[in-house]
């Protein structure tokens, strides 16, 4: 009886502790600089290779040249569980091969874990030269890389891109807010050319008591999601609605938009919240950036296509009559809120065309996300969160590199090229946007001489009821000349995305008009 009841009393401790903030990552990741960073905040900042090396009475390396990396690794498992188990709060800072312990990994089951990512040439330059025993064979550096990357993955619960020494301070307040989220949510750090910002994927988001940005909120959101989710987002200084669907897309839509935020007297220290899909997202985000010159604004995206995509990168527009998009701005996010529960309120003939988004972001990352998308049998809004924030971290991935649109951000145009001129030559109301992005992923992969892959794609589309042919109203004639407004076009013509294999994307190919043809007619 004793033995229980002390058994309850340490279980009851435990859960009365709190979580700590734990930097993981690969060697020269920068956790010893995150670990300052946060002690330069205010908090209390633990590095665990330094404790091991007053345990150990000598320095990691020379352990590892008298008793051997086994030896090591068993007694930094005991040790490093053991500060995991009795920490309360604060920040833990833990050696690149501690994940690969078992009960370490369960230990950190009740923490904030933080992946601190680095590429391999990047990790090699900044220890390269050092004493690190498992720093000194480029090739055995590597592979080690190889293999723990998929455990950071895993584990990490939110993700910081390698970057300046700064940006961990800066992700801070996002980092300790994520403790007050529901358990499941993911954190992805966003940071391009124009800003840094958090993107939240979970469910159960807009039920916590929490926002990312202080100051009044005004919302735009359309009146089908706005009467689902507006309370959630409240408290509002105003709200102004617009028609669901493509086409409240356009200048007059906007022009009302901010002709009524400026009758409720919202101001440049106010924000914006864009609840719900693609259209809202990108209609109001247009009206964020115009607004008395640019005013923040939280994406709250409520659809798959949104989640997966739209949501992110800070592009924002609207529709003119003769092609999708063509007026707009770039203009990043404050934070993006992407709350998977408001996907179980999404019949059934809206979540399909997100997973054409889904299957375009798969084909462009290839690897484990490819694997993922291709065995699902049915989008179940429960299942698939993992899904979507692979999606929306392969998307900031890319705007990272090239947020403005100047080379590689092209690869996310897989299928858009013809799904948009699709969308405009019938109007923007024969089709929902992922349902022309599909029979555009199948007429670029037609391009791209993948016969095989357009099949699998084509079986994957059927699968997920997405239509495969173009409805014979379409005329072939009219989508070829909606593609050759195409706003990427050069004056060397229309640069396709073409992609032989997943995760081999290749941008501003030129395409034989004949070919265009043959495949948008292929698609009847």
Known sequence: MATLEGQDAGQSASAAR??????????GAGKTTSANAARAAGLEAIEADELLEGELGMPIAGFFGRRGEEEFRSLESAEVSQLLEDADGGVISLGGGAVCSEPVRGALGRHVVV?????????????????????????????????????????????????DEGMVGRALPALLGLRQLPSGTRMAWASSESGEYPVYVGEGLLAADWWPLEGQRFCVSDTTVSGLYAEAVKPLAG???????????????????????????????????????????DLAGFCAA???????????????????????????????????????????????????????????????PGFAEVLKTALIAGGRLWERVRALEEIDPGGIDDVIFACARTKLEIVAADERDSGLRAALNLGHTVGHAIEA?????????????????????????????RDEVRNLMDRHHLPTRLDPGIEVEAVLAAAALDKKRTPDGIGFVLLARPGEPAIEQQVDPDDVRAAVEELR
């Open 290 to 352: 115009t607004y008395q010159r640019g005013v923040e604004i939280v994406q709250v995206p409520s659809t798959l296509v949104a989640q997966v995509d739209s949501a992110y990168g800070g592009k924002t527009g609207v529709d003119l009559t003769e092609a999708k998009n063509y007026v707009g701005a770039y203009h990043l996010p404050s934070a993006v809120i992407a709350d998977t529960g408001t996907l179980a309120t999404l019949p059934a003939e809206e979540l399909a």
């Open 115 to 163: 992946w601190l990512q680095v590429s391999t040439e990047e990790a090699w330059r900044r220890v390269e030269g050092s004493n690190r025993p498992l720093a000194q064979d480029r090739a055995r550096f590597e592979a080690l890389h190889t293999e723990r990357e998929p455990i950071y993955a895993e584990l990490a619960d939110a993700i910081l891109p390698s970057g």
């Open 18 to 27: 709190r979580p700590a903030i734990v930097f993981i990552g690969f060697m």
């Open 239 to 281: 709200l102004v609605e617009v028609d669901p669907g493509e086409r409240a897309k356009t200048l007059a839509e906007a022009e009302r938009v901010l002709r009524e935020l400026a009758q409720l007297g919202m101001s440049r220290a106010d924000h914006l919240v864009a609840l719900g899909g693609g259209v809202v997202g």
């Open 425 to 453: 030559a019938s109007g923007y109301g024969r089709y929902r946007h992922g349902e022309a992005v599909g029979l555009g992923l199948l007429a670029a992969l037609r391009l791209s001489g993948a016969d095989e892959l």
